[in-house]
């Protein structure tokens, strides 16, 4: 899976209620590249451990916000 397939929706969040979740949105860390759902169908983390969703709570825990983007799949429109 390449990382060129998400386009970048936002970024720069000061508390981790105002990243938003959809279920084409997801969540790249900016430490390990790592590309999270941001609405999982199980808990799910990046491979640093920066960012990690316990779906359970619906809670999502970021340890340094400045290090997640929210991002979504580039739909191909075909050429
Ligand atoms: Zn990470």
Redesign the pocket.
Known sequence: MSSGVFELVASGFKRSSEIPKDNDLYYR?A??N?VIPSVPTKNVG??????FIDKDYWRLIVADLSKIEVVRKKTSQGL
């Open positions: 860390c430490d390990c790592g990046c491979e640093c451990g920066n960012v």
